[in-house]
């Protein structure tokens, strides 16, 4: 099967549930704004916005609808590798995608795709408008340049999370472990927590994650340093996501022969 095909597919497969679903994709462009004033709300409730300020150096309002923004785009593709095999599998067609001949390391880098491409949607709702309304004209192409930084992002966390999803799959399809690393994931990103704060154990797990580099360079540009590190964290994430696509393909192996060997069990 062609690359194109697989594409075709899974887009087929994401819209007509989208198409058939519309208040998901309501919410999908909605959640940004209520994450940033739930956050506002109570945050202002406890302490001054300058003091946020102050500490992070960018208005609380622009990093947090960012920060929505970025997590939200990360997690529906990510939970795309991680969950589908679970969905497969309560469906009964997983048997199907182990028989078939499609590369799996190829199916699994396609299936977030879709959902990647809503990313522009969700920035164009979000990050557009309040830019504007705080820098001017000025911050559409800075808006664009964050949705871009983000997209990329989402490309370099696909061998990471077929790596993850190839191994906890492999070793007993655990919802439970995913509900686990699911949330750790969103915390070492450095999305809410810029990860210069976090304690040395926490950073050096956050300087595994390829889209971590990724969320840091988005956090420097918003403080206005375009400058060599910035770029550096870019290629290091490109880097590292290009380093861990090996081991997904091994994982995604091991992963089938142990099912083939076991019958593919679905119950």
């Not at 915390?187 to 927590?193: A, I, S």
């Not at 994650?209 to 400058?227: K, N, W």
Request: hydrophobic residues 55%.
């Amino acid at each position: 099967m062609r690359v194109l095909d697989l594409v075709r597919a899974e887009y087929k497969l994401v819209y007509a549930e989208m198409i058939r679903r519309k208040s998901e994709l309501v919410l999908l462009i909605l959640y940004p704004y209520v994450f940033t004033g739930f956050i506002l709300l109570v945050g202002c409730g406890t302490g001054s916005p300058r003091v946020f300020e102050e500490r992070v150096g960018v208005n609380p309002a622009l990093f947090l609808i960012t920060a929505g923004f970025t997590v939200m785009a990360l997690m529906i593709c990510i939970d795309d590798v991680l969950w589908r095999p679970i969905w497969e599998a309560w469906i009964g067609t997983l048997p199907y995608v182990f028989a078939s001949p499609v590369n799996k390391l190829l199916l699994f880098s396609v299936m977030p795709l879709p959902r990647a491409s809503l990313v522009v949607l969700i920035g164009s709702t979000s990050l557009v408008p309040l830019y504007v309304y705080q820098y001017g004209l000025a911050g559409i192409p800075l808006a664009l340049l964050v949705i871009l930084l983000v997209v990329v992002g989402v490309f370099t966390m696909i061998p990471p999370s077929i790596l993850t999803s190839g191994l906890l799959h492999a070793f007993g399809e655990s919802w439970r472990a995913l509900n686990i690393v699911r949330p750790l994931v969103i915390v070492l990103l450095g999305v809410y927590y810029p990860r210069y704060y976090m304690p040395l154990v926490a950073r050096l797990l956050s300087y595994a994650l390829p889209s971590s580099h990724i969320v840091e360079s988005i956090q420097r540009i918003l403080l206005g340093l375009v400058d060599e590190p910035t770029v550096l964290l870019l290629a290091t994430g490109v880097l590292l996501a290009l380093l861990y696509t090996p081991a997904s393909r091994k994982s995604l192996v091991l992963w089938e022969k142990r099912k083939v060997r076991e019958g593919v069990k679905t119950s």
